[in-house]
């Protein structure tokens, strides 16, 4: 059985940090393509950022800079370190997977992704 579970979520102030994870099992972890989204009540679920098979990774405009995607594979853990935080960054935040190898993983939208985890609520208070 497939199974993405985040977790770190939480309140904070504009400028502050969290690291959120995602524990991954049930599916080719290593030959996966995994990304985190964010989406807020009305609108479109928006990519966040994504890493491929290689390490390689993507982030929107929005968050370059101030998040990092990474993965333990050891853990099939995958994660993101959001930094100087900004209210805008307020959202449900879901951790996603399918299985591809290499660097089309980069261009991957939403329909492209099998697996997906129920989310971690991030609010960013000004």
């Known amino acids: 059985q497939v199974q993405l579970v985040e977790s770190g979520g939480g309140s904070v102030q504009a400028g502050g940090s969290l690291r959120l994870s995602c524990a991954a099992s049930g599916f080719g972890y290593y030959t996966s393509c995994m990304a985190w989204f964010r989406q807020v009540p009305g609108r479109e679920r928006e990519g966040v950022a994504v890493i491929d098979t290689d390490g390689r990774t993507f982030y929107v405009d929005s968050v370059k800079g101030r998040f990092t995607i990474s993965k333990d594979s050891a853990k099939h853990t995958l994660y993101l370190q959001m930094n100087t935080l900004k209210p805008e960054d307020t959202a449900m935040y879901h951790c996603?997977?399918?299985?591809?190898?290499?660097?089309?993983?980069?261009?991957?939208?939403?329909?492209?992704?099998?697996?997906w985890g129920q989310g971690t609520q991030v609010t960013v208070s000004s």
């Open positions: 996603a997977a399918v299985p591809l190898v290499g660097g089309r993983c980069l261009n991957a939208v939403v329909a492209d992704f099998r697996y």
